[in-house]
């Protein structure tokens, strides 16, 4: 359970002589066990957010904090051990090693950490691959290698979960079945998620709305009946 606030959060890009605006100002609050999605067109800065809340980037000004901890006033010391113990990422197209078995990726998360990591056969068990533990990434459809990356992401058990656009590269069914069990786990573990999107439909399913446009959030919805991800309407 992590409780996220951004203030003022600026981020730029230097592309020879250009400035590139990523994020403008940026502030919001995702509260603990949220589901939240930050939705925006593409280039509109959710990455870049995504990003900076995990830690894999600074902010060139604003304030970040994850509970009580100041992320934007971290050292490098202090970022790689808040990425490896404190977040937990799922990204579009997996990033698992693809010379380790499914049990061998998740044990791998679930090893580094030092918090109480939950069991990773119990996770692929959880995520409905227990008969494919011993398979490479290769050996895997798409939507089963992104239910890997999700037990490795859970495994080290971290307050918060990030994804961006974790079914960017899916069809519509294998989609769905992807984010039911983001939202099963995310309602059984009151772990904090958020998942980046440019899918409006996928919004429905969230807790909380964040709409970003042009580095800018837009607006914040707080949504008190979510859809299921099998009523929504891709
Ligand atoms: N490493 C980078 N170098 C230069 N520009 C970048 C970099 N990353 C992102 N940008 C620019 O910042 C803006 C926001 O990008 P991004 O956060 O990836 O948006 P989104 O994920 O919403 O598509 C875009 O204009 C993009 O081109
Ligand atoms: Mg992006």
Redesign the pocket.
């Known amino acids: 359970m992590s409780q996220i606030s951004m203030r003022d959060v600026r981020k730029t890009?230097r592309?020879g002589n250009n400035i590139?605006t990523?994020l403008d100002g940026v502030s919001l609050q995702i509260e603990p066990g949220d589901f939240a999605v930050v939705l925006?067109?593409?280039?509109?800065?959710?990455?870049?957010?995504l990003n900076i809340l995990g830690g894999l980037e600074s902010a060139d000004g604003g304030e970040i904090l994850n509970g009580d901890e100041s992320i934007s006033a971290m050292s490098e010391n202090k970022l790689t051990t808040y990425r490896r113990h404190q977040v937990g990422f799922i990204f579009q197209f997996f990033n698992l090693l693809p010379t380790l078995t499914a049990l061998e990726n998740v044990s791998l998360s679930a090893e580094m950490s030092n918090r109480r990591a939950y069991n990773p056969v119990d996770m692929l068990e959880r995520v409905g691959l227990g008969d494919r533990m011993d398979h490479y990434p290769g050996q895997l459809s798409g939507g089963q290698q992104q239910r890997v990356a999700i037990a490795r992401a859970l495994a080290k058990n971290p307050a918060l979960i990030l994804a961006?656009e974790p079914t960017g590269s899916m069809d519509v069914a294998t989609g769905i079945d992807v984010l039911r069990v983001m939202r099963d786990l995310n309602r059984e573990t009151q772990q904090t998620f958020v998942l980046?999107t440019?899918n409006s439909a996928i919004a429905g399913i969230a807790d909380r709305v964040i709409r970003?446009g042009s580095?800018k959030v837009q607006n914040i919805i707080q949504n008190d009946s979510p859809f299921e991800p099998e009523e929504i309407d891709w």
């Open positions: 890009y592309m590139i990523a925006g067109p593409s280039g509109s800065g959710k990455t870049t957010l961006d980046v440019h970003m580095g």
